[in-house]
């Protein structure tokens, strides 16, 4: 049963326009959550990370909102570019029971068309 | 630079034959981990290792073996494998998850392929 879920396996969105990807998780004791980006043939890299204590966190193009109450978080990309064109994967931890577990989505795949 | 370096980044091995996948940091990182990447399933954590000797299950563990004996080298084991291994294979790191919040160095992934 996963925990995290990322519905939508892939994502196209034309250059310029906002993409949004969505994520969803189950355990109500995750409080910190992420988003990583993975091009082909590379490790994914960090992006952006929330606290549980904020709805929003802002990093130049990528916001992510989370609601804690439908179990929710998004990243939005804004404008989008052909280089985010990647697999984003959302991932979720519980810093304050188990830091030593950070568990990830199955990741969605963007493509931003020029 | 500061890196997470595997080898090898691809390998073709036959079932039973036993093969070490390396991972070395030079981030003097407290905390590594190895995961692996399947269609549809993510990222799923194989062991993780909070220190030098000390090393622990993730979710998937079954059919391999890891050791941490220096804190930059953390090596994946797969004593027998079999086909259900195939896999892309991760090893991440991070200077210590309650101070980093889960944030990983991830190295760039060993495609690996059990026939």
């Known amino acids: 049963d996963q925990q995290v879920k990322q519905n939508s396996p892939s994502l196209s969105v034309q250059e310029g326009r906002i993409s949004i990807l969505n994520c969803d998780y189950t355990?109500?004791?995750?409080?910190?959550f992420l988003w990583y980006k993975k091009y082909p043939a590379e490790g994914p890299t960090f992006l952006i990370s929330?606290?549980?204590?904020?709805d929003k966190n802002e990093d130049g193009r990528f916001t992510v909102f989370l609601n804690k109450s439908a179990k929710h978080l998004s990243l939005h990309i804004v404008p989008s570019q052909p280089g985010d064109s990647a697999v984003y994967f959302c991932?979720?931890?519980?810093?304050?029971?188990?830091?030593?577990?950070?568990?990830f989505g199955p990741g969605t795949s963007l493509s931003v068309i020029p | 630079e500061a890196q997470v370096t595997q080898n090898p980044r691809y390998l073709i091995t036959v079932t039973g034959k036993k093969l070490t996948v390396t991972c070395s940091q030079n981030m003097n990182h407290e905390y590594m981990s190895w995961y692996r990447q399947d269609p549809g399933l993510g990222l799923r954590q194989i062991y993780y290792s909070m220190n030098v000797e000390v090393t622990d299950k993730g979710d998937v563990p079954e059919g391999y073996k890891v050791s941490r004996k220096e804190k930059r080298n953390f090596p994946l084991i797969l004593e027998s494998p079999s086909p259900n291994q195939t896999s892309l294979y991760f090893c991440?790191?991070?200077?210590?998850?309650?101070?980093?919040?889960?944030?990983?160095?991830f190295g760039e992934g060993s495609r690996l392929t059990v026939l």
């Open positions: 991440a790191s991070t200077p210590g998850l309650a101070g980093a919040r889960g944030e990983l160095f």
């Open positions: 991932a979720a931890s519980a810093q304050k029971t188990s830091y030593d577990k950070v568990i």
């Open positions: 355990n109500s004791m995750f409080d910190y």
């Open positions: 929330i606290s549980s204590i904020k």
